[in-house]
């Protein structure tokens, strides 16, 4: 089985102390710790990722100038990409083109900012593309957003006048795919991490779990109480 027979999942990352990250956590923790919970939210990430069985993972970072720190921060099996754009209304389309032109049959972008996502989930959008069971699949976040969003074909006009950053993401995305007559599969929901109750939030889910992203765990025991 060659890589590009594989599903690609890419995911979404801005590179840890090269570009702000989580502002809105930093007067709940300082801009610098909020940096290096990002820092432990991606590394989490990617190390759950590559465990997923049958897909190809990357990783598309921003800004372009730090991919050095991103090789560095990267497992060795993830291809990197640069995102390309000024927004993800243009870094998306972008990305789902380049890994579908190099014969993925599908591609799938996800954030980095939900630790405790269940990587099942991946595996089962990945699989459902694949097998055709879908033209689109789509993770809603509690916050009206999307964790995960994948495609067998390039869709650029899923992404054009999004209201991004609102809570109406999910709803216009899934309605424009059904508008355009795709089959749109979606993923149980989940949330992501921007906010000081959105960190409450995982800190008592960290607190109660058996397993789970591990650094993040660790971080967050280490706060001050």
Do not use: N
């Amino acid at each position: 089985m060659t890589v590009a027979s594989v599903p690609a999942v890419a995911v979404m990352a801005k590179v840890p102390g090269a570009a702000p990250v989580k502002s809105r956590l930093h007067p709940a923790l300082t801009a610098a710790r909020a940096t290096e919970l990002y820092r432990c939210f991606l590394l989490d990430r990617l190390d759950a990722l590559a465990a997923v069985p049958d897909i190809a993972p990357f990783v598309a970072f921003t800004p372009p100038e730090a991919r050095r720190q991103m090789v560095a921060l990267a497992p060795p099996r993830f291809g990197l990409v640069a995102q390309e754009g000024l927004g993800l209304g243009e870094r998306l389309p972008r990305l789902f083109a380049r890994l579908l032109a190099a014969g993925h049959p599908a591609a799938l972008a996800m954030d980095s900012d939900s630790p405790t996502l269940p990587m099942a989930y991946v595996g089962e959008a990945a699989r459902a593309l694949r097998a055709d069971e879908a033209d689109v699949v789509v993770g809603p976040s509690d916050d009206g957003g999307y964790y995960l969003i994948g495609l067998r074909a390039p869709r650029p006009a899923l992404f054009a006048d999004v209201p991004w950053s609102t809570p109406a993401v999910l709803e216009v995305t899934v309605a424009r795919a059904r508008g355009l007559g795709l089959r749109v599969r979606l993923l149980p929901g989940w949330f992501d991490v921007d906010t000081a109750d959105d960190l409450r939030r995982l800190q008592a889910e960290v607190a109660t779990a058996v397993d789970g992203p591990a650094r993040t765990a660790a971080f967050l025991r280490a706060l001050p109480r």
